[in-house]
């Protein structure tokens, strides 16, 4: 397996319903940042998603956003971010983090992050990528 130097991190751009999920994207950020691995996500700067981001910055680290035109208001596109990229559409998005990604991880989210990791764990079974997918079951949140 080569080198990972991106992870693409799937999550709420809500902060969920326990401050724990924000606690453990700040955690995962550190450890991005400590591994000098570039962050990958949605692009919000709101919920779970901005509080990766932030920590990745506060860290010293990369952060690259990718986030549809349509959400950039919605969802309160970073504005601080290393580099932002606007997609016209949400395939675009996942398809442009796709590429920029060396392996993705979904911590706490809603539909849209479950969206997001069965579609690129799909690609993975199709063969389409040979990129590590896991999950972190923070406080028990994908038990169900």
């Known amino acids: 397996m ?8 799937y999550c709420g751009s809500s902060p969920g319903r326990s401050e724990i999920y924000v606690a453990a994207a ?14 990958v996500y949605g692009g919000a700067g709101i919920g ?5 981001a932030d ?17 950039a208001t919605k969802e309160v ?12 559409s949400m395939h675009e ?4 983090m796709a590429e920029l990604a060396d392996g993705f991880i979904a911590l706490p989210g809603g ?6 990791l069965f579609e690129i764990w799909t690609w993975a079974q199709l063969g389409f990528h040979a990129k590590p997918c896991g999950v ?3 406080a028990g949140y994908y038990d169900a």
């Open 26 to 39: 700040r955690q995962l950020a550190a450890a991005l940042v400590e591994r000098n691995v570039r962050l």
């Open 55 to 71: 920590r990745v910055l506060e860290l010293g680290g990369q952060v690259v956003g990718v986030i549809p035109q349509a959400l």
């Open 2 to 9: 080569a080198a990972i130097r991106s992870i693409c991190v």
């Open 111 to 116: 539909i849209g992050t479950l969206e997001e």
């Open 136 to 138: 972190l079951n923070i």
């Open 48 to 52: 779970v998603m901005g509080a990766v």
């Open 93 to 96: 998005r996942k398809m442009r």
């Open 77 to 88: 596109a970073h504005p601080g971010l290393t580099e932002l990229h606007v997609t016209a």
